[in-house]
């Protein structure tokens, strides 16, 4: 399984009914420092009614728990876009 299909499988778990757009922006930072394998750079795009009420650094804070520190450690850069529905 992909780096990419983990994040969508682990974020589809938990924010149920929400809009989620996962894209790997990897090929922009070749050369880079932390690119290894086409599958380090990630941005997250997610709207969901789960954040109502969150402020910035909880909506952070669920995202990242939603990953795990697994998946996490094995992403060198990721960009959130978290929204309320």
Known sequence: MSKAQAIEKALERVFQESEIEIVN?????????GYSDGETH???????????????????????EALGSELLRKIHALEL???DK
């Open 42 to 64: 990630f941005k997250l795009i997610i709207k969901s009614s789960k954040f109502n009420g969150m402020s910035r650094l909880e909506k952070h804070r669920a995202v990242h």
């Open 25 to 33: 922006d990897s090929e922009s930072h070749r050369g880079h420092g």
């Open 81 to 83: 876009q978290l929204t």
